[in-house]
């Protein structure tokens, strides 16, 4: 079993739509969370990032962890053609070990 | 955000021979830079963790003989891949520890290596 789980998609949404991204985690350990969003050839991009659980808001995009049922999520409201792109979600468990990432989400935010 | 930049963006080259990737942060120092490798739509897989000043700790099945990190600067990390071979080309990207002594890392931009 993977550290970290991600439904790779793709997902496809008409703009406007109200986009779910999510990721299971099997390491209770895991305490800091972490949401990349990468676009085609280019390296990632730090999107949002949490510490235990709880949700963060920034935009249109909120982040939320549930560390009882170890389930990540992001929301994206208003999406927007732009944010299509592959979403990776990272977890590690602090101490600066080695993050984990999931496979990624592909999204295609149709106009 | 920490700005991480990579160089070259891609790189052509023949079999056998050794290319270098220079991994540098712009606007901060980084004692800690990481490694990742990229197949097609797969996710980022680590292969070492550059240290400046000491040896490169490297993930299991990954060749430190094949692969030569030398972290010899606070902003400036390089991957060597010595004698490519065809099943080396893939998309290489580095990352550095959060400046701010946060739980994350900033990634360059890649660097795409082909070799044929």
């Known amino acids: 079993q993977k550290e970290v789980e991600q439904d790779p998609g793709p997902l496809s949404v008409p703009e406007g739509a109200i986009v779910s991204l999510n990721c299971t985690y099997s390491?209770?350990?895991?305490?800091?969370f972490m949401w990349y969003r990468q676009y085609s050839r280019k390296g990632p991009e730090l999107l949002m990032y949490?510490?235990?659980?709880g949700n963060k808001e920034d935009g249109r995009f909120t982040a939320q962890v549930d560390k009882s049922s170890k389930y990540i999520s992001l929301f994206i409201r208003d999406s927007q053609p732009s944010d299509s792109a592959t979403y990776l979600c990272?977890?590690?468990?602090?101490?600066?070990?080695?993050?984990?990432f999931g496979t990624g989400t592909k999204l295609q935010v149709i106009p | 955000g920490a700005v991480v930049s990579q160089h070259p963006s891609w790189v052509i080259c023949k079999s056998g021979t050794s290319v270098k990737i220079e991994c540098r942060s712009l606007?901060?120092?980084?004692?800690?830079m990481f490694w990742y490798r990229q197949f097609p739509k797969q996710s980022l897989m680590l292969m070492a963790t550059?240290?400046?000043?000491?040896?490169?700790?490297?993930e299991q099945g990954v060749e430190k003989d094949k692969f030569l990190i030398n972290h010899a600067s606070l902003t400036l990390s390089t991957l060597t891949v010595t004698s490519a071979h065809p099943e080396d080309s893939s998309f290489y990207i580095c990352?550095?520890?959060?400046?701010?002594?946060?739980?994350?890392?900033?990634f360059g931009p890649g660097t795409r290596l082909l070799v044929l």
């Open positions: 550059s240290n400046e000043g000491s040896k490169a700790t490297y």
């Open positions: 390491n209770s350990a895991f305490q800091y």
């Open positions: 990352s550095a520890r959060d400046p701010g002594g946060a739980e994350t890392q900033y």
């Open positions: 949490t510490y235990s659980s």
């Open positions: 990272a977890t590690n468990s602090g101490g600066y070990q080695k993050v984990t």
């Open positions: 606007d901060f120092q980084a004692t800690t």
